[in-house]
């Protein structure tokens, strides 16, 4: 707590799997001790990903025609399906589908999807924040990079009066345009 002392990595290892900490997570830790990290990450179009790949393609196969989509740690868009597609082409154009292969990229740049987004303060409050939030526990780089280029395109910095239900890391988005409105989850 005062600096001075330096726990050893078998320490640091133990107590982040006391606490139950994902890999990533336990990365962080050591990587906040001063240590390396103990856990790769694998590829997502690598080999001992190929049954992940095929359990997701099904599930996305399997929701449509709703629209589905998976990201990976930086939210980039890995895999989607025709509902996704569709859903996008409607709300933001073509041109925004092929342009923005990030989630959060997709959502707050002004050609994307935003001016779409009912109660977009909100929206954009709550993933900023989540954002943030996995930014810092992670200690990802990618992932900081992306919270501060995602603060830049933030619409306002005024307070926000906003109910959420803390015991859910989701919240309801809808999208709205021409009368016709979409309701998500994210």
Not at 49 to 62: F, G, H, T
């Amino acid at each position: 707590e005062t600096g001075k002392s330096k726990p050893s990595r078998k320490l640091v290892l133990k107590i982040a799997h006391s606490l139950k900490l994902p890999l990533r997570h336990r990365n962080a830790f050591l990587i906040a001790a001063g240590y390396a990290p103990a856990f790769e990450e694998e590829p997502f179009d690598g080999q001992k990903m190929e049954i992940v790949r095929e359990a997701l393609q099904r599930m996305l196969e399997k929701h449509e025609p709703y629209p589905a989509f998976v990201v990976d740690t930086g939210y980039k868009i890995v895999m989607t399906n025709s509902g996704y597609e569709q859903i996008v082409k409607f709300y933001a154009g073509e041109n925004a589908l092929k342009k923005y292969g990030n989630a959060m990229r997709i959502l707050f740049s002004e050609d994307g999807l935003r001016h779409y987004v009912k109660d977009w303060p909100a929206v954009e409050y709550f993933l900023l924040a989540r954002l943030w939030e996995e930014a810092v526990s992670t200690q990802h780089s990618e992932l900081i990079a992306l919270y501060k280029e995602m603060s830049q395109l933030r619409s306002s910095d005024d307070p926000i009066d906003f109910q959420i239900d803390n015991n859910l890391p989701i919240m309801n988005l809808t999208l709205e345009k021409n009368g016709l409105a979409l309701e998500c989850r994210i």
